[in-house]
């Protein structure tokens, strides 16, 4: 498998300085990436997700402590200097963010956001990558294109400017997309219509696609592979379309459960006691346990590592062998557990 | 069931600016809550929803229409300041974002209380017993009701919030995209306890979500507005199961499920 992913990521763990001390924010997290497909990496804030990515980018804050290994089609990410780095971010790797409007700049015409990169990466003329950005943008579906580049971020609504984003990300044809929760601030009908831009752009592209949000329906319905978050550490990966029907982690069935459904009422809501940690304040043993139902005394002695379960995925659950299949339907008649 | 509604909302409107500026935010809004009832509120952003809430608590003078609280006008603002306060205390409040909506320089305990005397004549012991009740009610114990807002996390601050406005012992809790910054795991927890409040204290909801399956799971009634102006009103059940309005279908069929596919859900791509 490694000889063929795009992105490698092996026991990555960063510790960022906060008020005089290192933090642990990432733990040990190892994945692949194979071309063109779309790995969706889901959990709560403070799991690690966004760090992830931002470790991928390169774009961690001063003084980060980084060990592993982050490989680009076989390049080591954190050996890259100068000239190479700077190919990486610009061409090889494109971001979205969550906040769109955030990310451009208030002053300058949405035409020189988008052909500011051409023009200077890729040292295309000036009326060519107007031309370029025309037709970026009648791609992503905005209409009267040539009238938009005119324009300010200001006049844009939240759906359009986040269309313009991927437009900008797209341009550069990287081979890999960054998407930070891209569609966590907008409506549910834009939801829609910007995740239905971004699977076309990523499959006529051939991009590859680290997709991050909180929503485990969302990740499920775009992606291809899911892993999960929690504490900073990876504790579920499988094929994305099985996510919610067969979890591989208690955290992930807990999840699962506690979400309310459009089409009916639950009596009580199954809500998990206590809140999500980070990877700081993780206990010994499994991060999970203090909230987990299924703990016993084995899980809170060391962490454990990252099982393979059958041909369906991995799973960060010493239990996961006997509680496979049944994790939906017995957490509902297990005690409720106390914070 | 009481003929009089404990809240009414008739042709309710509300334009912002003038003449070439001028915007209708909200336009042509009734609806009612019943005593003990829970009416939730969907709509996307610009649909009118929060202007909506903030003509009923007496933030925003409405351009048309009335507001019937047990039959009383409420939609002139109040006379002075005992009015004010009474009306303050029928009605309460809770905002979305919990890290904007408490003063970072007063105690979580010290924030109940402040509360109370506004509203009620008590001496400090009494005062104290009620804040620890408080407290529990929303499940917060001695140590939090003694720490500033940044030693609580997103959850724990959306439970002050919530217990910061049963403070008045209101009639009516307006929730005002509530639980739609909190994490999954801290939603549900927050779910079941506005379920338990209602239950203990017989609170009305008029509860403001975009989110479906939130309303599904808190209210009664539901209605849904876009442009200001409402589309459809019914039995929560009835306008998620069988909605009968394009605009709804269209809502509805937008939120990610098992087996969803974007491109069939939207109208222009």
Known sequence: ?339 | MNTTPLLAVEHLGKRFGKGRHQTTAVADVSFQLAEGGSLGIVGESGSGKTTTARMIIGLEAPSEGRILFKGQDRTQPARGVKELRERGRNIQIVFQDPYTSLDRRQRIGDCLAEVLGVHFRLDREETKRRVRELGELVGLDERQLNSLPKALSGGQRQRVAIARALAAEPEILILDEAVSALDVSIQAQILNLLSDIREERGVSYLFISHDLAVIRQVCDDTIVMRHGAVVEHGSTAAVLDAPQHPYTRLLRDSVPRDGWDPALSTTRS
Do not use: W
């Not at chain 1, 060519?128 to 294109?145: D, M, S, T």
């Not at chain 1, 831009?197 to 006529?204: A, H, N, T």
């Open chain 1, 1 to 339: 498998m490694t000889a063929m992913s795009l992105l490698s990521v092996d026991s990555l763990t960063v510790k960022l300085p906060v008020a005089g001390e290192m933090r642990t924010v990432l733990k040990d997290v190892s994945f692949e990436l194979e071309p063109g497909k779309a790995l969706g990496l889901v959990g709560e804030s403070g799991s690690g997700k966004s760090m992830t990515v931002r470790t991928i980018a390169r774009l961690l804050p001063p003084g980060a402590d980084v060990t592993g290994h982050v490989r680009f089609d076989g390049t080591e990410v954190f050996d890259l200097r100068g000239e190479a780095l700077r190919k990486y971010r610009a061409g090889d790797v494109s971001m979205i963010f969550q906040d769109a409007r955030a990310h451009t700049n208030p002053v300058r015409r949405i035409g020189d956001f988008l052909t500011e990169a051409l023009c200077t990466n890729q040292r295309m003329p000036k009326k060519q990558a107007e031309a370029r950005a025309v037709e970026l943008l009648a791609e992503v579906g905005i209409h009267n294109p040539e009238q938009r580049l005119r324009q300010y971020p200001h006049e844009l609504s939240g759906g359009l400017l986040q269309r313009v984003m991927i437009a900008a990300a797209v341009a550069v044809k990287p081979r890999l997309i960054l998407a930070d929760e891209p569609t966590t601030a907008l409506d549910v009908t834009t939801q829609a219509e910007v995740m239905v831009i971004l699977k076309r752009m990523q499959s006529e592209y051939g991009m590859a696609m680290l997709f991050i949000t909180h929503d485990l329906e969302l990740a499920s319905s775009v992606c291809d592979d899911t892993i999960v978050f929690y504490a900073g550490q990876v504790v579920e990966r499988q094929q994305a379309s099985r996510l919610h029907r067969d979890p591989l982690h208690p955290y992930t069935a807990a999840l699962v459960r506690a979400r309310p459904e459009i089409e009916r009422r639950a009596g009580r809501l199954p809500a998990l006691p206590g809140h999500p940690t980070t990877a700081y304040e993780a206990p010994d043993g499994c991060a999970f346990a203090p909230r987990c139902a299924f703990a016993q005394d084995a899980c809170r002695v060391s962490v454990p590592p990252l099982l393979r379960i059958g041909e369906q995925g991995d799973s960060r659950c010493v239990r996961m062998p006997e509680l496979h299949g049944s994790l939906l339907a017995a957490a509902g008649t297990t005690q409720e557990v106390t914070p």
